[in-house]
């Protein structure tokens, strides 16, 4: 194993996670390929020597440690941990329920802080690691109709932007990957749910969004194979970037959001800067 990584990967039956995992087996890596139903993942990726599949609810910080102990019984070590992980919970803020809010929060938020919490321990004792989540251009800029998507990815950003220091005296790196719009499985039916239509005010817009949006369906641009094959590449630097910008739509989210911080940095630049107290 000495001339091998060791990737441990969440979501690991379907859209994103499956190219992965395939792109680290490719290059001659092992990997952990965890998910909720262990049978979808094994019909999803077949055998390989250098695969372990295991059952993983990152939501169930029980299973995050059961599937921390599995991996490390096979191979010894975890290298790159991806918390590819998601879900989506669409629609207009009012009308997506308390419990809906928070479920989106549990997986896309909560999910990727469990496992880390339970792979953290690994990597340091290594003093070696890379923690890789992949968030979204949504953790960057929010917009209507995703208000808790974006709340969640906001979330990652901040605290994976915070962890980068924490654990970098260990030989840990922290990177985000922000995708735009890769044809994956996440506005599929399987992995959208779409609020309750209950507000006459929101009716039409609904209606018009959640019919834009599913025409997007397996439309979107970008390739997911090749997302994780450039994964596969920045991952193995000796000094992987705290993010990775993932479609050239992903690459103008980010200009156009930087250039918006500008712009609201300088738009009260006087008041902002004659708010100390008086000598």
């Known amino acids: 194993m000495a001339d091998k990584k060791v990737w441990f990967i969440t979501g690991a039956g379907r ?4 190219d992965i995992v395939k792109a680290a087996l490719a290059v001659g890596d092992a990997v952990v390929a965890t998910g909720r139903n262990v049978e979808r993942v094994g019909a999803a990726l077949g055998s390989h020597d250098e695969l372990l599949v295991v059952q993983l609810d990152v939501t169930n910080p029980a299973d995050a440690e059961a599937a921390t102990r599995a991996a490390v019984d096979r191979f010894g070590r975890i290298d790159v941990l991806v918390n590819n992980a998601a879900n989506f919970h669409a629609g207009f803020f009012e009308e997506v329920s308390p419990a809906e809010f928070r479920a989106q929060l549990e997986s896309t938020f909560f999910g990727p802080v469990n496992v880390t919490r339970a792979v953290l321990p690994v990597l340091r004792a290594q003093r070696a690691g890379l923690v890789v989540t992949i968030s979204s251009t949504a953790g960057l800029t929010g917009g209507e109709f995703y208000s808790g998507y974006a709340a969640a990815k906001f979330g990652v950003e901040g605290w994976m932007e915070s962890l980068r220091p924490e654990v970098a005296p260990f030989g840990i790196h922290t990177m985000l990957v922000e995708p ?7 506005l599929s039916p399987e ?3 779409y609020a309750e239509s209950t507000i006459d005010d929101y009716a039409e817009r609904t209606k018009q969004t959640i ?5 997007m369906d397996g439309q979107q641009g970008g390739d997911p194979a090749k997302l994780a094959a450039a994964l596969i590449q920045v991952a193995g630097q000796d000094e992987p970037p705290l993010r990775f910008a993932a479609g050239a739509d992903a690459i103008a989210t980010f200009e156009q959001k930087a250039q918006q911080l500008l712009d609201q940095a300088n738009a009260y630049r006087p008041l902002s800067t004659n708010l100390a107290f008086d000598a």
Not at 15 to 18: A, K, P, Q, S, Y
Not at 180 to 186: I, M, P
Not at 211 to 215: I, L
């Open 15 to 18: 859209g994103l996670g499956v």
């Open 180 to 186: 735009g719009f890769f044809r994956t499985e996440l």
């Open 191 to 193: 992995s959208t749910k």
């Open 211 to 215: 019919a834009g949006w599913q025409s």
